[in-house]
């Protein structure tokens, strides 16, 4: 016996307030912008404040600062295309 074919695919008017679930979704990813540009500011100061007073802990702590708040920036952007990549590699298993 062969199993029968199940398509099932996301239904976006099957539960009351998906619609504002997205919204909540969107408007979070724009706070975790925000934060990562005002992470990348406080990082870039520290790291400039530690350079010029030849502290070398402070300005390694604000280079990881830098690079930790670009990759959060890009994880923010990135989100939706992640999810839909996945999304499409997982229907094609």
Do not use: E, Y
């Not at 016996?1 to 979704?25: E, F, H, W």
């Not at 912008?33 to 870039?44: E, M, N, P, Q, Y």
């Not at 600062?65 to 923010?76: E, F, N, T, Y």
Request: aromatic share 6%; net charge positive; with cysteine.
């Amino acid at each position: 016996m062969v199993p029968m074919n199940i398509d099932i695919t996301p239904n976006d008017s099957g539960l009351p307030g998906i619609s504002q679930l997205r919204t909540i979704v969107g408007a979070v990813m724009t706070v975790g912008l925000i934060l990562s540009v005002l992470a990348l500011i406080v990082s870039a100061i520290v790291w400039g404040f530690g350079s010029n007073s030849s502290n070398p802990h402070l300005a390694s702590r604000g280079k990881v600062g830098v690079l930790v708040s670009c990759g959060a920036a890009v994880l923010c952007g990135a989100a939706v295309t992640l999810i839909n990549f996945f999304w499409a590699v997982g229907q094609q298993v």
